[in-house]
């Protein structure tokens, strides 16, 4: 790394292919190097950044092996001993579930997918999914928690997408997909036109990811849209959960996203009743010329205001 150019020299291969040898550094006290020829490491290294390359990965793993001697012991039970066996085994998965059609993997196997990635014991009250082909060509599938995470303060709350090109992954927890209003969401989004070099300076002024964006948020309004009209208190559950997002993003920026978020807010007029800014309007009295907001640490609070 850092260094320009390459040398090529001839060398002879009994089989046709590649080998890319690596040399690590060797270790110091502030970094263990070594730790990276670890079979642990190597594991979690392919599985985070190359679990779903469709082609597999292989790896020679080391591992005890449990045979009988043919011996018994006292008590005439057969005795074993150990040794180390060589398997030949492949370490990613190759085929993510988001690149699979929606004959293949039910929004039940999406929920379950979920629920193991992220460790939630809740099921999402909303998912988006998306095969996008034209202008950008990409596939997403995006979760909206069904809950709030615990340590919201510690800033473990973000939801985040990753940001993947042909399975393999290029941007965790990928903040300019979306805007902050949008932060609790979580998924994944898979583009083979995103280049796998690409940086987090680059991606602030990617054309390719500003469109695909702009249509994710569509689409996220859309079912959380649907969500309101088809289940009202499980929408009040989120809204509970992640209105305040909302609320931030209508104020963020001089009110540049107003418009586009205004219809996914609810307010309350009692205790235990919440409506929406267009719903109130519709039962306003002539006479009413104003609307008032009273704001409070609770909703009691603001009610003997």
């Known amino acids: 790394r850092?260094?320009?150019g390459y040398t090529i020299t001839p060398c002879g291969r009994e089989s046709a292919g590649t080998d890319v040898i690596m040399h690590l550094k060797a270790d110091s006290e502030d970094e263990i190097y070594g730790?990276?020829?670890e079979v642990w490491k190597i594991k979690a290294l392919v599985r985070k950044y190359s679990d779903y390359v469709r082609w597999p990965i292989k790896m020679d793993v080391e591992h005890q092996e449990r045979f009988e001697t043919g011996e018994k012991n006292d008590d005439g039970s057969p005795k074993y001993e150990y040794r180390m066996v060589t398997e030949n085994e492949t370490l990613n998965s190759m085929v993510p579930i988001w690149q699979?059609?929606?004959?293949?993997?039910?929004?039940?196997?999406?929920?379950?997918?979920?629920?193991?990635k992220n460790r939630?014991?809740?099921d999402p009250c909303a998912l988006?999914?998306?095969s996008a082909e034209g202008q950008v060509s990409y596939k997403a599938m995006l979760f909206v928690p069904g809950e709030q995470n615990e340590n919201v303060f510690a800033g473990d709350n973000k939801g985040g997408i990753t940001l993947y090109s042909n399975g393999v992954m290029i941007m965790e927890k990928c903040d300019k997909l979306v805007h902050d209003y949008f932060d609790f969401v979580k998924g994944v989004v898979d583009?083979?036109?995103l280049s796998l070099n690409i940086s987090r300076e680059i991606l602030q002024h990617d054309r390719q990811l500003r469109i695909i964006g702009q249509n994710l948020e569509k689409r996220i309004k859309g079912e959380l849209e649907k969500l309101m009209r088809d289940d009202r208190p499980k929408y009040e559950e989120f809204f509970r959960n992640f209105g305040n997002d909302l609320k931030v993003g209508v104020c963020d920026e001089y009110?540049?996203?107003k418009d586009f978020?205004?219809?996914?807010?609810i307010f309350y007029t009692s205790e235990d009743h919440m409506v929406t800014l267009k719903e109130y309007v519709e039962k306003m009295p002539e006479s009413q010329k104003s609307i008032y907001f009273a704001t409070a640490a609770t909703v009691k609070q603001a009610m003997h205001l």
């Open 2 to 4: 850092g260094a320009d």
């Open 35 to 37: 730790s990276y020829l």
């Open 100 to 116: 699979r059609s929606k004959s293949e993997v039910t929004d039940d196997d999406c929920i379950a997918w979920y629920k193991e």
């Open 120 to 122: 939630d014991r809740k």
């Open 128 to 130: 988006v999914r998306v």
């Open 191 to 193: 583009s083979p036109d």
């Open 255 to 257: 009110g540049r996203y």
């Open 261 to 265: 978020l205004r219809d996914l807010l």
